[in-house]
Structure formats: C-alpha cells, structure tokens
C-alpha cells in the first residue's frame, strides 16, 4: 500500500494573531514617531532612524505572516520519514518557525513508540525512538481531533 505525503500546519489563528499583533506594534511606534516630530530636538537623531527601522520591519513581518496565514508548515508525514519542525526555547525562539524554520527527520524504522503528552494546558507528541531517546514535538495544531489524526497517521506509517 502507497502512503501519501502529507502536511499539517500551523494553526492559522496563532499566526493571525501574531501578524495583527506584529502590524500593531509597528503603527504604534510609528506614530509615536510622527507625534515626537512637533517637539524635536537634537536629542532626537538618534531615536528616528531606529523606531523608522522597527516600525517598518514590523509592518513588512506583520504583514508578511498575514498574507502567508495558513502557509507555514509543521510537520510532514513521507513514506519513510516524518519530518517535524524544530521549535526551540529562549528568546526569539517562536519567531524561528516564521522567518527561518529549520526542520528534522526522523525515519519510521527509528520510532520505537509514539504516544501523547498532556501537559497543564497543551498535548505534545512524544517519540521513543529506538535507543530509548526521546523527541517531544511541541504541535500547534488546530483541534485535539487533528493531534489524534496525526497519532493515528503516524502508527499506520509505523506497520
């Protein structure tokens, strides 16, 4: 039996929010700096160029996650390998998998056994893989009936 690729994205509500709220930054600092204009004073010169470089990177990022809202892939399920995308911890860590998502493989043959970790207010993947390491993947899916579906993708690719 033939197995077909498939993709799971991103939840498109969290990268709505995040565009609104990056467009939203951006027109605030901008006008801050359109309303400091009146009093300027040489103290200034330094300030305009540097709120003129975040406002306008906010808007084009903002608007740049808006356009693509439902375009930036999470996980991919192949014939013999899942390819999942890495979310780091620290800082500018979420921004990661919008400006330069970086991802991982991990073939089939390697997945000892697959189950879901409930945390206080999210469900992970958890991955034992054969040595007994563990991979967590931390999925923004959509719903809970999505995070079963890919559970149930995944041990179907697994016999």
Do not use: W
Request: proline content about 2%.
């Amino acid at each position: 039996m033939r197995l077909n690729n498939k993709q799971y994205y991103i939840n498109s509500l969290r990268t709505v929010v995040f565009g609104s709220c990056s467009i939203s930054i951006g027109l605030f600092v901008l006008c801050l700096l359109f309303l400091t204009i009146p009093y300027f004073d040489i103290s200034y010169l330094f300030l305009i160029p540097i709120a003129g470089i975040i406002s306008i990177t906010t808007i084009y990022f903002g608007s740049k996650i808006l356009i693509q809202f439902n375009k930036f892939v999470q996980l991919e399920l192949h014939e013999t390998e899942l390819k999942y995308l890495i979310i780091g911890t620290g800082k500018g860590s979420a921004l990661n998998y919008f400006i330069n998502p970086s991802f991982k493989t991990l073939k089939y043959s390697n997945i000892k056994f697959i189950n879901i970790i409930r945390t206080n207010f999210e469900k992970h993947i958890e991955i034992i893989q054969n040595d007994d390491s563990k991979i967590v993947i931390f999925l923004l899916f959509k719903n809970e009936k999505e995070l079963e579906e890919i559970i149930l993708e995944i041990k179907n690719r697994l016999n």
